[in-house]
């Protein structure tokens, strides 16, 4: 996830998967619960780890993996159709 965001494009058409990717996450993230939303972004984006995360917050270890786990089905069922349509 975090290497499609973040490489260069090299062609026109791969700046144009990213853009779309990019505004599609961007959305499904958006449909988050802020705690889920939290914890995936600074987990996956921000390459914090979930014990950190755990740390941080003062919530249990298994509780802050249970939310990166919802979050994660989450994503994975709204953004399957793009996932298919732009053959990654």
Same mark, same amino acid.
């Given at each position: 996830?975090?290497?499609?965001?973040?490489?260069?494009?090299?062609?026109? $058409? %791969?700046?144009?998967?990213? #853009?779309? &990717?990019? %505004? $599609?996450?961007?959305?499904?993230?958006? $449909?988050?619960? #802020?705690? @889920?939303? !939290?914890? &995936?972004?600074?987990?996956e984006l921000e390459?914090?780890?979930? @014990?950190? =995360?755990? #740390?941080?917050?003062?919530e249990l270890l298994?509780?802050? =993996? !249970?939310?990166?786990?919802?979050?994660v089905q989450h994503?994975?069922?709204?953004? @399957?159709?793009?996932?298919?349509?732009? %053959?990654?």
């Amino acid at each position: 996830l975090s290497a499609l965001l973040v490489t260069d494009a090299e062609t026109p $058409e %791969d700046q144009m998967v990213k #853009d779309v &990717f990019w %505004d $599609e996450l961007q959305t499904a993230l958006a $449909e988050l619960p #802020d705690a @889920q939303r !939290s914890v &995936f972004v600074q987990n996956e984006l921000e390459g914090k780890t979930l @014990q950190a =995360i755990a #740390d941080q917050t003062g919530e249990l270890l298994k509780t802050i =993996i !249970s939310r990166k786990r919802y979050a994660v089905q989450h994503l994975r069922q709204r953004l @399957q159709t793009l996932y298919n349509d732009l %053959d990654l």
